[in-house]
């Protein structure tokens, strides 16, 4: 099946050419969303239903539920109904990280409910997702490898944990400037080195650069242009990005479901290395779904970021 085609970005689509679609092609996902937002979740209890051992998939569709406005009510609404619901328990978890994180709850009521989840479900590394993503912002060093250690206990290759990880390492030392020995780069490499041949960890050295860019760039010593900065180019930089392209010629899996936002890393890297072509085919395969990260790296307009580097790989392919 060809890829989805480019958004518009024409006058009469700007509206929705500017919102980026955080469940990706996810056509489940997305039908259970808005039956959620309209107080039914029977659909989100099929879905979730259906990610037990899909560690991946079920972390990515609960964090996006979780982000919907009246997700918390409504998954309140089904935990009373079913209070021994690991499903129903997770989401109200997530939803109330979410809702800490834009400070309308407490983090101690967040922390109980990521805890009250784990509990039902002590296999499940979701649970512990939330308190990463919810640590991420909010707690210290130590709490955050603690999480992602019962992550990993849970399942090695969590794909959203790893990025978290990479994300929040690579804020350490911001003043030591574009140093290729930092230790971001060493976990990311690490972990690529250990996933599978088939896991989208291989990518994680790319988004290690990319977090490290963003780090430096909002810290001053960095340019604020990602394509200006020469981040990109240096040696290191150059090697890290042709064995990610080379890895994704020859990765098959199709199905994985945060692979967009590896590939909007892949291309934003291609891009700013100046690989012109290389980064054509990556917007073509990206088709439709942008992601926000790295395009808004480091404090910029994610969609009009996008569109310039899509629209300047394709005309110049």
């Known amino acids: 099946m060809p890829p989805p085609p480019p958004p518009s970005f024409g006058r009469g689509r700007k ?46 569709r609960v ?18 109904a079913e209070p021994e619901s690991p499903c129903a328990s997770v989401l109200v978890a997530h939803a109330t990280v979410h809702r800490a994180l834009r400070g309308k709850e407490r983090p101690e009521a967040a922390r109980e409910a990521c805890g009250a989840a784990a509990a039902l479900a002590p296999e499940d590394p979701t649970p ?19 999480l992602f250690d019962q992550i990993r206990a849970r399942y090695p290759d969590h794909h959203h944990a790893h990025h978290l990880m990479v994300a929040r390492l690579a804020e350490r030392h911001p003043e030591v400037g574009q140093d290729p020995l930092h230790e971001v780069y060493d976990f990311a490499n690490w972990a690529a080195e250990q996933a599978p041949a088939d896991s989208p960890l291989a990518i994680l050295p790319v988004v290690a650069h990319a977090e490290r860019y963003r ?7 960095e340019p604020a242009d990602p394509v200006a900065s020469g981040h990109w180019v240096g040696r290191r930089a150059r ?79």
Request: net charge neutral; aromatic share 12%; charged share 30%.
């Open 15 to 60: 509206r929705a050419a500017r919102t980026f679609d955080a469940a990706l092609d996810d056509t489940e996902l997305v039908a259970a969303r808005a039956s959620l937002a309209r107080g039914r979740w029977a659909l989100v209890r099929a879905l979730l239903a259906a990610t037990r051992d899909d560690w991946d998939r079920r972390g990515h």
């Open 128 to 146: 512990w997702l939330g308190r990463l993503i919810l640590e991420r912002s909010l707690g210290t060093e130590e709490d955050v490898v603690r």
């Open 215 to 221: 780090v430096l760039a909002n810290a001053g010593t």
């Open 63 to 80: 964090t996006v539920l979780a982000q919907e406005p009246a997700a918390l009510p409504w998954a309140r609404d089904w935990q009373r």
């Open 239 to 317: 090697q890290v990005m042709k064995a990610a392209f080379d890895w994704w010629l020859e990765w098959e899996r199709e199905d994985h479901p945060r692979r967009y936002i590896d590939l909007n890393f892949l291309a934003h890297a291609k891009y700013c290395e100046g690989r012109g072509a290389e980064a054509a085919a990556l917007f073509q395969r990206i088709g439709a779904y942008a992601t926000p990260a790295p395009w808004s790296y480091p404090d910029r307009d994610p969609f009009n970021a996008f569109r310039v580097a899509r629209d300047t790989a394709l005309g110049a392919a």
